[in-house]
C-alpha cells in the first residue's frame, strides 16, 4: 500500500452511483479528492471544455465516469495527460470489444472503444474497469421509480444478470488509484450470482414487504415508449442496446474482475439489497 499523494485525485461523476462511493474510500485512506460534475463543487461539464483545466489542476490521478454518447473524452484524456495526470481509472462497460455483444453502429460503445484507446495512450498509467448492469439500478437508477410504482417494464425476456454492486466498483478504482500492481490491466466486473428480474424483484419484496411485478416488453415497443416519454431517439436507442445484451443472456456471466483486483469476491444481490432497503431505497 503506497502513502495517499497530497495532490487531488480529481472524480468526474462524483455525485453519481460509482463516483460517490469512489469519493467516500478515497477520503477513508486519507486521500485528497477533488469531486467534479456539473452540481459538484468542482464545477465540470463534459460539453464545456473550459471547466476542464480548472478540474485537472495539479491533479495526480483521475477516476474518469464518461458520459454515453458524448464523444468529448479522448480530447479530455489527452489534456489530463499533458496537465500531468500520472494514473487515470476509466469506467467503461463489459462487452465493449467482444463482437456482437452491442451493435456494430452503437453510439454509445462506439465512443467507449475510443475513450479507452484514448487512455491507452495517454502514456499516464491507466487501468480500465468494464462492469456488468450495477445493481444500484434497481435503488438509484432508472429502475427505482417503476418498482416504486409497482411495475417493471424492461425489454429483457426471463434473462438472468450478475449485478455487480457499486461499492465493489469503487473499491476496484480506489486500489487502482491508489495502489501498486493495476497499472496496464483491464478488470471486468460483475457480482457473483446471476438473478432474474423476477427474483431481484422477489429480494425487494422479501426486504421491504413491496412487491413490484416485472413486466417483459419487446424491444421496439419499448424505444417507442421511452422516446413517448420524451426521451431522444439517440438515448431511447442507447438504453435498448444496452438492455439487448442482457435479453440475449451475455449479462448473466460471473465475471473474475472483483476476486482478481482486490483478493476476495463481490458482493451478493442479497447483500445489495438488505443495505438499499435499510436505507429506504424502495420506501414509497
Ligand atoms: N448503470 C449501469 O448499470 C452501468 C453499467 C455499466 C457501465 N455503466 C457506465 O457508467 C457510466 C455512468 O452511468 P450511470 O448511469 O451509472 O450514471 P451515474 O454515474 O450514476 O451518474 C452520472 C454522473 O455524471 C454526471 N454528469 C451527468 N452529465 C454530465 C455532464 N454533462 N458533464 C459532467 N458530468 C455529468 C452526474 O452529475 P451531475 O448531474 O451533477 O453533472 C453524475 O455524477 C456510464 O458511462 C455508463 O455507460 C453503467
Same mark, same amino acid.
Given at each position: 500500500?503506497? @502513502?495517499?499523494?497530497?495532490?487531488?485525485?480529481?472524480?468526474?461523476?462524483?455525485?453519481?452511483?460509482?463516483?460517490?462511493?469512489?469519493?467516500?474510500? /478515497?477520503?477513508?485512506?486519507?486521500?485528497?479528492?477533488?469531486?467534479?460534475?456539473?452540481?459538484?463543487?468542482?464545477? $465540470?461539464?463534459?460539453?464545456? *471544455?473550459?471547466?476542464?483545466?480548472? !478540474?485537472?489542476?495539479?491533479?495526480?490521478?483521475?477516476?474518469?465516469?464518461?458520459? &454515453?454518447?458524448?464523444?468529448?473524452?479522448?480530447?479530455?484524456?489527452?489534456? %489530463?495527460?499533458?496537465?500531468?495526470?500520472?494514473?487515470?481509472?476509466? /469506467?467503461?462497460?463489459?462487452?465493449? *470489444? @467482444?463482437?456482437?455483444?452491442?451493435?456494430?453502429? &452503437?453510439?454509445?460503445?462506439?465512443?467507449?472503444?475510443?475513450?479507452?484507446?484514448?487512455?491507452?495512450?495517454?502514456?499516464?498509467?491507466?487501468?480500465?474497469?468494464?462492469?456488468?448492469?450495477?445493481?444500484?439500478?434497481?435503488? +438509484?437508477? $432508472?429502475?427505482?421509480?417503476?418498482?416504486?410504482?409497482?411495475?417493471?417494464?424492461?425489454? %429483457?425476456?426471463?434473462?438472468?444478470?450478475?449485478?455487480?454492486?457499486?461499492? &465493489?466498483?469503487?473499491?476496484?478504482?480506489?486500489?487502482?488509484?491508489? &495502489?501498486?500492481?493495476? !497499472?496496464?490491466?483491464?478488470?471486468?466486473?460483475?457480482?457473483?450470482?446471476?438473478?432474474?428480474?423476477?427474483?431481484?424483484? !422477489? +429480494?425487494? !419484496?422479501?426486504?421491504?414487504?413491496?412487491?413490484?411485478?416485472?413486466?417483459?416488453?419487446?424491444?421496439?415497443?419499448?424505444?417507442? %415508449?421511452?422516446?413517448?416519454?420524451?426521451?431522444?431517439?439517440?438515448?431511447?436507442?442507447?438504453?435498448?442496446?444496452? /438492455?439487448?445484451?442482457?435479453? =440475449?443472456?451475455?449479462?448473466?456471466?460471473?465475471?473474475?474482475?472483483?476476486?482478481?483486483?482486490?483478493? =476476495?469476491?463481490?458482493?451478493?444481490?442479497?447483500?445489495?439489497?438488505?443495505?438499499?432497503?435499510?436505507?429506504?431505497?424502495?420506501?414509497?
Amino acid at each position: 500500500m503506497t @502513502t495517499p499523494t497530497q495532490h487531488p485525485i480529481l472524480v468526474l461523476g462524483g455525485t453519481g452511483k460509482t463516483g460517490s462511493r469512489v469519493v467516500d474510500a /478515497l477520503r477513508a485512506r486519507g486521500a485528497a479528492v477533488r469531486v467534479a460534475s456539473r452540481s459538484a463543487e468542482q464545477h $465540470f461539464d463534459w460539453s464545456d *471544455d473550459s471547466t476542464w483545466a480548472p !478540474a485537472l489542476a495539479g491533479a495526480s490521478a483521475v477516476y474518469l465516469v464518461p458520459l &454515453d454518447g458524448v464523444p468529448t473524452g479522448p480530447a479530455f484524456v489527452r489534456q %489530463a495527460a499533458a496537465a500531468g495526470v500520472e494514473r487515470i481509472v476509466l /469506467l467503461s462497460a463489459r462487452g465493449t *470489444d @467482444t463482437p456482437g455483444y452491442f451493435a456494430a453502429d &452503437d453510439p454509445a460503445n462506439l465512443a467507449r472503444l475510443e475513450l479507452e484507446a484514448a487512455v491507452r495512450d495517454s502514456g499516464a498509467q491507466w487501468t480500465i474497469l468494464r462492469p456488468g448492469w450495477f445493481a444500484q439500478n434497481f435503488s +438509484e437508477g $432508472f429502475f427505482r421509480d417503476e418498482i416504486r410504482s409497482g411495475e417493471l417494464y424492461l425489454p %429483457a425476456g426471463s434473462a438472468a444478470v450478475s449485478f455487480v454492486d457499486t461499492e &465493489d466498483i469503487a473499491a476496484v478504482a480506489v486500489a487502482a488509484l491508489l &495502489d501498486p500492481g493495476h !497499472a496496464g490491466r483491464t478488470y471486468e466486473l460483475s457480482g457473483p450470482r446471476a438473478v432474474t428480474f423476477d427474483e431481484a424483484l !422477489a +429480494e425487494i !419484496a422479501a426486504a421491504t414487504g413491496h412487491r413490484a411485478r416485472y413486466i417483459p416488453v419487446e424491444p421496439a415497443a419499448y424505444t417507442a %415508449a421511452l422516446v413517448d416519454q420524451g426521451l431522444s431517439e439517440l438515448d431511447a436507442g442507447i438504453w435498448t442496446s444496452a /438492455l439487448n445484451g442482457i435479453l =440475449r443472456g451475455l449479462e448473466a456471466k460471473v465475471s473474475d474482475g472483483i476476486p482478481r483486483a482486490l483478493g =476476495r469476491p463481490g458482493r451478493d444481490f442479497t447483500e445489495f439489497v438488505r443495505t438499499a432497503a435499510s436505507t429506504g431505497a424502495w420506501t414509497v
